[in-house]
């Protein structure tokens, strides 16, 4: 990958911008990740010290055999470190009902377990947010350093989408971040 970056920038095509060896700023990262909406998650995890979770939007499927997911965990988060040493998690895929819980847990600095009407423990012990769209538990097998971050690819061991029945609506409509802020997918917004 470098070995290519360093040939096209020495060999720009016609017409094209020169590739400098120079780093992109942080600003113009995060400008062009800004405007690439991401699906809202929560990871909680059962830690030494009690239940954690985090608010996350770099939650992306890898593969359906195995079954295994991935994200990425600042090392800036307070919640990071019991993540990873929880060995087992719950992602709670969020829709635009649970914007409250997406906030909660994107606060940091508070108990964002203190509601406990907002959550339960699955028999195996993690807790979950029963109000999200879906959830999948799993265990880490993977990670990976990644500048300040690090990557963590899960095994999915259970899944479970919420549907309409026994007084609770189906699935919402999906919950995005997006320039910073919360927004919402709904059918008008499909473009094909």
Do not use: C
């Amino acid at each position: 990958m470098a070995i290519q970056y360093a040939l096209a920038a020495s060999r720009p095509r016609h017409g094209a911008t020169s590739l400098s060896s120079d780093m992109p700023s942080i600003d113009d990262f995060k400008a062009a990740f800004g405007n690439h909406p991401a699906g809202v998650a929560i990871i909680t995890a059962q830690g030494a010290s009690g239940p954690v979770g985090l608010t996350a939007s770099s939650v992306f499927s890898v593969s359906l055999n195995p079954p295994l997911l991935a994200f990425s965990l600042s090392a800036q988060s307070s919640s990071a470190h019991a993540i990873r040493k929880a060995g087992t998690l719950v992602v709670h895929l969020l829709g635009a009902d649970q914007i409250g819980l997406a906030k909660t847990f994107a606060t940091g600095g508070i108990d964002r377990f203190e509601d406990t009407s907002a959550w339960s423990r699955l028999v195996t012990g993690e807790p979950v947010l029963p109000a999200a769209d879906a959830w999948l538990r799993g265990t880490i097998v993977n990670e990976m350093h990644a500048g300040d971050s690090v990557v963590v690819a899960m095994r999915v061991l259970q899944v479970n989408v919420r549907s309409a029945g026994d007084g609770v609506a189906g699935p919402s409509r999906p919950l995005v971040y997006h320039h910073r802020s919360w927004h919402s997918l709904s059918p008008g917004s499909m473009v094909s």
